[in-house]
């Protein structure tokens, strides 16, 4: 994956993996705020076809908190987005944003370490989707 983020690819359905997800996230105190259904979006906008594919916005409300009360503006780079993507093999891959990578454009030393919290959280939920079937 690009140097903006980490993934993993799971053998196993769409659905059930976006449940995986979102149960992972839980687990590390994120809570999905925006659950967008890109599929369905560009089906009724454009008429286009594409597989399942939803970009899941994953915000840990302690170190949103402590982030914008470092960087007021810092909401532009928030929350930390989950894609979830359907591989035509029929395996479904779970991409997180690296907040390492995306909030390094704020420039802001106080920010740097919650960033690498919040990391390491994705991290673990990235982990546990890899561990349980």
Do not use: W
């Amino acid at each position: 994956m690009a140097k903006y983020g980490f993934s993993v690819t799971l053998d196993q359905p769409f659905e059930t993996t976006v449940e995986r997800v979102v149960a992972a996230l839980s687990q590390q105190g994120f809570g999905v705020l925006s659950d967008i259904d890109v599929q369905k979006t560009l089906k009724a906008k454009l008429g286009v076809e594409r597989g399942p594919y939803r970009i899941l916005g994953a915000c840990n409300p302690g170190y949103a908190h402590r982030a914008i009360e470092a960087e007021p503006d810092i909401g532009l780079l928030l929350p930390c987005n989950v894609v979830v993507r359907a591989e035509a093999d029929g395996r479904t891959t779970v991409g997180f944003m690296d907040p390492v990578a995306v909030l390094g454009l704020v420039d802001n030393a106080a920010v740097d370490p919650l960033a690498a919290e919040v990391r390491a959280l994705l991290e673990k939920a990235c982990d546990t989707l890899r561990a349980t079937p």
